[in-house]
């Protein structure tokens, strides 16, 4: 009856060491400074999918034509070591040239741009409007039974936006993700 | 300086040079010949035929075909490891690529530089799922350190210095480059080592910054239980790094301590060494590590098979720690103290402040902890119950080293994966670096023979000895006919227990001795088999004759296969278990009675 071949296990035991206790995760804005060649975003995002990682949001787009110089703006959480780690480990790729942590290095600057499709008629449509209006959204396209608002500000704003637009018939959304600059004189790269 | 200036700059200098024209697939070799490649493993196939035509035509890179690229990588490895220079590899698209995968990890995560060049299908058919078409530098980017496809025949060879200095610059690594078949073939101008413009910005710092070392030095100077302990990083930083290690440990008169892939940093004959600490380290090593105040790690990387269980990892100290790659500073530990630099320019600059400032260390402190650390030596951690007949494993390397010891020649050591690589770790002593050749991080079982080929090659008139298991040395077994191919006189020595003995041991101390899968039911006659490729096979299993074979192999002059049948039911102590701390290992005599609920 003891044959060990029918025991059941009961408590798992591994090799490997019991995961550490968690800090609270922490969101940050990496601005990252890379060579635009061939690959250079999927190594960005292999590290943080090989390392398991949390990307919130990520825009990318060259900003420096004549150096071919991207500029990635990621918005990650992590707790505070982990989130050193993932700067330190961006640095190491080869054709990273700067990591800049605007949450803790300086004062910055966040916007996202948010197009917005709302489809309504009669008083939702004027209410629309309205808080349009209010948002300092503009109207950049217009059926009798829709609009297309384009809003910029911080994420907060675009889902205070969004929640306010979903009562009024709410039916698409498209969002760039966070792009973010330091305030001051000083560059990243400089 | 931006990159465009420096584009324009370097074709001007290609211009101004006379540019010599000539095919992809020569530039490739004329790019390695500059860059001081002189082997190069390799085995080829359709997307490569260009360049092994080029190769058939010139004398200067000596091509050594391995049997399965995967070995071809752990051969270069091995070169690359025992010289301390860049190790080349050979391979062609596909299935060529993915089988090089394993040892372009293994370098990863050994930090062990590799070059290793690919075929690929031609460009205009990348994309089109061709024949023998796989993503390979999609593939291989989380497993290099870097990668390149050149589509462009006019960035062929400045791409290659490239891969050479992003190889060996920083913490070394593998890089490999994807080259078209299209692009092997079209002509270009070649560009030469020196005419390169290096990409600008990757420059890792080596030099360490003053300021730290000068804290770092005092705390070393006040520290009461101090411990160095060294990894791979010593080792990789040339030999010079040793060199003045063992300066500086003789100097402050502190033990020391080092990793697996640190071996050979610090001669194991030295009364300050403790030995390897860790999983299967020394119980003094870990014990010194546990209770010391002051830990100065160079090189290495506080992996969880040193530390044990973090949160318990050596509470009480102070931590200076000196990494070349910045993203190892607090990965797994607080450190208190970080160096970002070469391990040689930090021990240099460790020793100039120490003599300049005419720092003592406190000498009653240390000797109080010498103290300490003489009775946890006096447990003799490594003891194994000897059979009067049965041969244990420990004692078939105690008398392989006594055989090595005679020996004249340099010895070099290199090992599969698994309780006979942790045993050849605590019983063979290695003096110098770059002796011993071992898958530290990723444990690839079935690299020691490949990597035994790749030494041998660097080093013809040395003794080169594969201390194997039965079960991993089969990983890589075909590799036996290229060591018969160039004459190597490999000696490949397995410690045969018929078990995949660490996976057994794990089962027995954790899963209910449910032993599933890790008996070997069918081996094969590894004498005969050793004559079928063409060498000499020995075998024993009994304590009296296993002197006379050793000596037996020692003295062959072709490829040796010696088959020990050691002890079935021997596990490798001291352990630490899972979970546990440092000074919570458990030794030889007390498994008997462990109690395996607790782990």
């Known amino acids: 009856m003891n044959n060990p071949k029918t025991k059941r296990v009961k408590k798992y035991k591994s090799v490997y060491a019991q995961p550490p206790a968690q800090e609270a995760n922490e969101s940050h804005i990496l601005a990252i400074l890379v060579n635009n060649e061939p690959g250079v975003l999927a190594r960005v995002i292999g590290l943080y999918s090989g390392r398991g990682y949390n990307i919130e949001s990520l825009t990318v787009a060259e900003t420096n034509h004549s150096e071919h110089l991207s500029r990635i703006t990621i918005v990650c959480n992590g707790t505070p070591a982990v989130i050193e780690q993932i700067k330190s480990q961006l640095e190491r790729l080869v054709p990273v040239l700067e990591v800049s942590d605007l949450t803790v290095e300086c004062k910055y600057i966040e916007r996202e741009l948010a197009l917005i499709k709302v489809a309504c008629t009669g008083d939702k449509r004027i209410e629309a409007l309205r808080t349009a209006d209010i948002f300092r959204a503009r109207a950049v396209d217009s059926t009798l039974e829709s609009f297309v608002f384009e809003v910029t500000g911080t994420a907060e704003k675009i889902n205070a936006f969004i929640d306010l637009m979903t009562a009024l018939g709410l039916v698409d959304v498209s969002r760039t993700g966070i792009a973010a600059i330091a305030r001051g004189s000083k560059a990243i790269g400089a | ?599």
């Open chain 2, 1 to 599: 300086m931006n990159i465009i200036k420096a584009a324009q700059k370097q074709s001007k200098a290609i211009k101004k040079s006379k540019a010599i024209e000539m095919n992809g697939a020569e530039m490739v070799l004329q790019s390695l010949v500059d860059q001081g490649v002189d082997t190069i493993f390799g085995y080829p196939g359709g997307a490569v035929l260009p360049i092994y035509d080029a190769l058939y035509q010139q004398d200067r890179i000596k091509h050594i075909l391995v049997r399965h690229e995967q070995a071809a990588l752990h051969a270069a490895e091995g070169y690359a490891r025992s010289t301390g220079k860049v190790g080349c590899a050979l391979v062609t698209s596909g299935p060529g690529a993915t089988n090089a995968v394993t040892g372009l990890t293994d370098a990863l995560l050994d930090s062990i530089p590799i070059i290793c060049i690919s075929g690929q299908v031609p460009t205009f058919l990348i994309g089109t799922d061709a024949f023998q078409e796989a993503d390979t530098v999609g593939i291989t980017r989380p497993c290099t350190k870097h990668n390149f496809l050149v589509k462009n025949v006019a960035e062929l060879s400045s791409t290659i210095h490239e891969a050479f200095h992003v190889a060996r610059t920083g913490r070394p690594g593998p890089v490999l480059i994807d080259i078209p078949k299209d692009i092997q073939f079209a002509n270009g101008d070649y560009v030469g080592k020196n005419e390169v413009i290096i990409h600008t910005h990757y420059k890792p710092n080596t030099k360490p910054d003053m300021a730290a070392i000068e804290k770092a030095v005092e705390l070393m100077a006040n520290a009461k239980c101090p411990v160095f302990y060294t990894g791979g990083g010593v080792i990789n930083a040339g030999s010079e790094a040793s060199k003045l290690l063992r300066e500086l440990v003789r100097e402050t008169g502190f033990p020391i301590t080092s990793t697996l892939m640190g071996l050979g940093a610090y001669p194991a004959n030295d009364d300050q060494w403790l030995g390897m600490l860790g999983m299967h380290g020394t119980f003094e090593a870990n014990w010194a590590m546990h209770d010391c105040d002051v830990m100065i790690n160079i090189g290495a990387r506080f992996d969880d098979r040193v530390t044990g269980n973090i949160a318990k990892f050596s509470p009480n100290s102070t931590k200076i720690h000196v990494d070349i790659d910045a993203s190892n500073i607090n990965k797994t530990v607080a450190i208190d103290l970080p160096i970002v630099a070469d391990a040689k320019e930090t021990i240099k600059a460790m020793l100039s402040v120490w003599r300049k400032k005419g720092y003592k260390a406190d000498q009653a402190a240390i000797k109080a902890w010498w103290e300490r650390i003489e009775k946890w030596r006096a447990i003799n951690c490594l003891a194994y119950k000897k059979h009067e007949t049965i041969i244990k494993p420990q004692y078939a390397l105690e008398r392989l080293q006594h055989f090595i010891d005679q020996d004249s020649r340099k010895t070099y050591i290199t090992t599969e994966v698994g309780q006979h690589q942790m045993w050849a770790a605590q019983f063979l002593k290695f003096e110098e670096p770059n002796r011993l050749m071992t898958s530290g991080g990723l444990g690839t079982m079935g690299y020691g023979l490949p990597a035994a080929i790749g030494t041998q090659l660097a080093h013809p008139d040395a003794l080169t000895i594969c201390v194997a298991g039965e079960a991993s040395i089969q990983m890589n077994i075909q590799e036996l006919s290229t060591a018969i191919q160039y004459n190597l006189p490999v000696k490949i020595f397995i410690l045969n227990n018929q078990w995949m003995g660490m996976v057994r041991q794990w089962q027995e101390l954790l899963h209910g001795e449910r032993y599933s899968e890790t008996y070997t039911e069918a081996l094969p006659d590894f004498i005969k088999l050793a004559e079928a490729y063409g060498g000499v096979g020995l075998r024993v299993d009994n304590v009296d004759k296993l002197d006379g074979v050793i000596e037996e192999m020692m003295q062959t002059k072709c490829l040796t296969i010696v088959d020990v049948c050691v002890d079935e039911k021997e596990n490798c102590f001291p352990m630490i278990p899972s979970g546990k701390a440092h000074n919570e290992m458990i030794l030889s005599p007390d498994a008997e009675k462990f109690d395996k609920s607790l782990v």
